[in-house]
């Protein structure tokens, strides 16, 4: 009877147990069932959580390069001497603000202040105007900021101006390229060649650019009308016994009573008026005769620009706040509020990936000490550490 009851209550468990088990078959047949129904909404938000995991990584990613190459910008312009490292500071927030404001990024600002500090330009001057003056001047004149920052700290250099004359510079420079042929390049070409000549002649930096605009506005352009400019004046100052002769008989005189050079103005007048009576072959020949057959294009420019020509040139290029004038109207459009729009982003990935650039900073140089350690281990120890690892 006992055994009866045991085998009943038995039978009764395994019962109970197979039903359980098969309900449980049934909950998780519902369950693949509702999955599989399902696996595209699942599949749809996996894939966005990988999209979104994706779009962060390279985000981040872009701010931490956006950040180092800015810092590998500022770290060139440390290098330029103590100036820079003393007003470092000052000069990486200019950088900074410079590319939220303007059409350029900070790295592109960063570059100009290199420039204009390697040309002699104290970081005062850069704070004070140079700088702003620089980007003024890349974008009337459509070019990099590095370049632009160079012409403008050459024609200092040239000149001996001050750092704070490079708005002044850039002024001129953009008038001169905004009113006759050519573009900026060409007129810092122009003066790469003819400006230290120039200075030495004891032309301003006013006349020299307004001359060169002169040619440009004939055609001679960028460093063909530097060296005729150039050749034309050291054919003054030492002429041959022909060119001599030739002048005496035209009556031109290059320098002044106190043995200073006149001038282009005074050079294009004297030129106009000896030979405006003169047929075009007798002319021709003594132009050729005392300039020679480089010079003798600027000479021709002079002869028919006169003192009236150049002196007008002179003053349409001295034209104060040309550059920025020209630069806010050349960023006047959907373009350039798409790179100042770039510019202000360049400049909040810096900040932002500044705090994550010093801690990776940190990691890479604890790194770089690990790796230095392990550099110094006896070989015989480190190929038996290498074995035992691979074990």
């Known amino acids: 009877m006992a055994d009866r009851s045991v085998r009943v209550v038995l039978s009764a468990q395994i019962s109970d147990f197979q039903a359980k088990m098969g309900q449980a078959k049934a909950a998780v047949d519902g369950f693949g069932s509702t999955l599989s129904s399902n696996r595209a909404s699942v599949d749809t938000l996996s894939g966005g959580l990988m999209k979104i995991g994706g779009v962060a990584a390279l985000g981040f990613g872009y701010a931490m390069k ?4 800015f810092e590998q910008a500022m770290s060139n312009v440390k290098a330029t001497g103590q100036d820079a490292a003393v007003n470092f500071d000052a000069l990486r927030a ?9 059409a350029f990024s900070s790295s592109e ?17 850069v704070l004070g105007g140079g700088l702003k003056g620089s ?30 004359d490079v708005p002044h510079v850039a002024d001129l420079l953009a008038a001169g ?19 230290l000549v120039a200075s030495q002649f004891g032309l301003s930096i006013e006349e020299t650019v307004g001359g060169l605009s002169a040619f440009a506005s004939a055609g001679l352009l960028g460093s063909d009308a530097g060296t005729s400019l150039k050749s034309m004046l050291l054919r003054l100052a030492n002429p041959s016994k022909e060119a001599a002769a030739a002048m005496e008989e035209a009556g031109i005189a290059a320098y002044d009573a106190q043995g200073n050079f006149v001038g282009l103005e005074s050079l294009a007048g004297q030129l106009q008026t000896a030979f405006s009576g003169s047929t075009q072959a007798v002319r021709d ?8 057959s480089d010079a003798v294009r600027a000479a021709n420019v002079l002869y028919k620009e006169g003192a ?10 001295d034209d104060a706040g040309y550059a920025a004038e020209t630069a806010a109207t050349k960023q006047d459009n959907l373009r350039g509020d798409l790179e100042k ?16 650039n010093e801690a990776l900073r940190d990691l890479a140089q604890g790194a770089t000490s690990l790796v230095e350690a392990i550099g110094q281990v006896p070989t015989p120890v480190l190929e038996t550490v290498v074995g035992l690892t691979g074990l």
């Open 285 to 292: 020949q003594a132009l050729a005769t005392i300039f020679g």
């Open 177 to 195: 390229a905004g009113k006759a042929q050519g573009e900026v390049s060409d007129l810092g070409a122009a003066l790469k060649q003819s400006g």
């Open 94 to 102: 200019a950088a900074v603000e410079m590319g939220a404001a303007t």
């Open 308 to 317: 009236a020509g150049i002196a007008d040139w002179t003053a349409k290029v």
């Open 341 to 356: 729009l770039g510019g202000a982003f360049d400049s909040v990935l810096i900040q932002s990936g500044s705090g994550a």
């Open 135 to 164: 980007l003024d001047l890349a974008a009337a004149g459509s070019m990099a900021v590095g370049e632009a920052s160079e012409i403008a700290a050459t024609a200092l250099t040239q000149f001996n101006l001050s750092g704070r």
């Open 66 to 69: 956006t950040a180092a190459d």
């Open 109 to 125: 600002a960063a570059s100009g202040i290199e420039n204009l500090l390697k040309a002699g330009v104290s970081a005062t001057d």
